[in-house]
């Protein structure tokens, strides 16, 4: 048996596709906020790239960001950013 060294940016294969989600209670600023915490991150995204939607009820919002993930790192600091967000509620 051969003891490979697989790391998490291996398992990755950097650049690739990847989905930002957040969720947290609708407001106007959530969307913006989100998109500006995001776009720290990356290159500006197109607007077909995101995706909002209200729960049933319409008390939260989930938002969808579809980016061009680069590194780990990178992933990684945009979760904590946005969980340091108050108008966000989880990450995923």
């Known amino acids: 048996m051969t003891n490979t060294n697989i790391t998490s940016e291996t398992l990755w ?3 690739c596709d990847y989905s930002v989600k957040a969720f947290g209670k609708t407001c106007c ?3 913006e906020t989100v998109l500006c915490i995001v776009e720290q991150h990356t290159d500006k995204i ?3 790239s995101i995706l ?4 049933s009820k319409g008390g939260y919002t989930a938002i969808t960001l ?3 993930a680069t590194s780990r790192q990178q992933i990684d600091s945009i979760n904590q950013d946005l969980q340091a967000c ?3 509620a989880y990450v995923l």
């Open 29 to 31: 600023e959530l969307n």
């Open 86 to 88: 108050e108008l966000v």
């Open 13 to 15: 294969n950097f650049p």
């Open 66 to 68: 579809k980016i061009i």
């Open 52 to 55: 909002t939607k209200q729960s």
């Open 46 to 48: 197109h607007p077909d």
